[in-house]
């Protein structure tokens, strides 16, 4: 044994011990260590352009908005990108802390806890321009074909016009196919969000989106929630600190601003 060595650390034990300040000085610094790592959060999301991808700068608006919510909130974030269904299961193993986001279901509940809505969404019908469509109630649209997504709700009135038959729906993968199904006179109609519908056509169908419009009627009008794991024993504390996060930029004005650089195309597809 090194003996020399030994009564260096023996002297450097009892030196400490022999002073509480420097030895509650430390502890704090191993407290502090272990909060700040603990303060990184993960955030699972999927691809749903403009609001939220991968290829866009700040990985969408919305995405921006709640990595800036939680930042003012004192925490960092780490955005990871997965399937939507491995996002929904990765929460509820407790592999991320929270998920942004989703339409509210009340199965869900089960396994999340919902933030206060963070974003409102309004689904059209987007028809051809050359064929001038308008309407009133939904059952006046038996005679149409109308395009949509698959596994998608598109409120209780029109998921019950469909399961009565009384509503035709041709359901695709993604939204690039259901506009060009109705750019080839396959449908007469499409579903889509707003500001979702448009992306597609502006990135994936830019030489034919002069064909396409939408009814100013909205179909549906949808709050979505930023979701946070039950299985995690943390959340109930921190929803609340997102929740008082958010009321702070939306009484503040700094939530609008979000919207208006969107709309101002400040966000971007990365090159």
């Given at each position: 044994?090194?003996?020399?060595?030994?009564?260096?650390?023996?002297?450097?034990?009892?030196?400490?011990?022999?002073?509480?300040?420097?030895?509650?000085?430390?502890?704090?610094?191993?407290?502090?260590?272990?909060?700040?790592?603990?303060?990184?959060?993960?955030?699972?999301?999927?691809?749903?352009?403009?609001?939220?991808?991968?290829?866009?700068?700040?990985?969408?608006?919305?995405?921006?908005?709640?990595?800036?919510?939680?930042?003012?909130?004192?925490?960092?974030?780490?955005?990871?990108?997965?399937?939507?269904?491995?996002?929904?299961?990765n929460g509820v193993?407790?592999?991320?802390?929270?998920?942004?986001?989703?339409?509210?279901?009340?199965?869900?509940?089960?396994?999340?806890?919902?933030?206060?809505p963070i974003l409102?969404?309004?689904?059209?019908?987007?028809?051809?321009?050359?064929?001038?469509?308008?309407?009133?109630?939904?059952?006046?649209?038996?005679?149409?074909?109308?395009?949509?997504?698959?596994?998608?709700?598109?409120?209780?009135?029109?998921?019950?016009?469909?399961?009565?038959?009384?509503?035709?729906?041709?359901?695709?993968?993604?939204?690039?196919?259901?506009?060009?199904?109705?750019?080839?006179?396959?449908?007469?109609?499409?579903?889509?969000?707003?500001?979702?519908?448009?992306?597609?056509?502006?990135?994936?169908?830019?030489?034919?989106?002069?064909?396409?419009?939408?009814?100013?009627?909205?179909?549906?009008?949808?709050?979505?929630?930023?979701?946070?794991?039950?299985?995690?024993?943390?959340?109930?504390?921190?929803?609340?600190?997102?929740?008082?996060?958010?009321?702070?930029?939306?009484?503040?004005?700094?939530?609008?601003?979000?919207?208006?650089?969107?709309?101002?195309?400040?966000?971007?597809i990365k090159k």
């Amino acid at each position: 044994m090194n003996h020399k060595k030994y009564l260096n650390i023996s002297h450097m034990v009892v030196n400490v011990l022999s002073r509480p300040f420097l030895l509650l000085g430390l502890l704090s610094c191993l407290m502090f260590s272990v909060q700040s790592q603990s303060k990184t959060l993960k955030i699972g999301v999927g691809e749903w352009p403009p609001y939220i991808s991968e290829s866009i700068t700040e990985n969408g608006f919305i995405t921006h908005l709640v990595v800036d919510i939680l930042k003012d909130a004192g925490y960092q974030s780490d955005v990871l990108f997965f399937p939507w269904k491995r996002v929904y299961s990765n929460g509820v193993k407790g592999n991320i802390d929270l998920t942004a986001v989703w339409m509210h279901k009340e199965e869900r509940e089960a396994d999340y806890i919902y933030s206060d809505p963070i974003l409102n969404e309004q689904f059209v019908f987007f028809h051809l321009k050359d064929k001038p469509f308008d309407w009133q109630k939904l059952d006046q649209l038996w005679a149409y074909t109308i395009g949509g997504d698959l596994k998608y709700s598109y409120g209780a009135e029109f998921d019950q016009l469909l399961v009565d038959k009384k509503l035709t729906m041709v359901r695709e993968h993604s939204p690039e196919l259901n506009f060009r199904k109705l750019l080839k006179g396959r449908t007469d109609l499409y579903i889509q969000e707003l500001n979702v519908g448009y992306s597609t056509l502006k990135t994936q169908l830019a030489e034919k989106q002069d064909q396409v419009t939408h009814h100013p009627t909205p179909v549906l009008n949808n709050y979505s929630y930023v979701l946070f794991p039950r299985s995690l024993e943390g959340s109930e504390q921190l929803v609340k600190e997102f929740n008082a996060s958010l009321k702070a930029f939306r009484e503040s004005g700094k939530y609008q601003e979000y919207f208006d650089a969107f709309q101002n195309e400040q966000y971007f597809i990365k090159k």
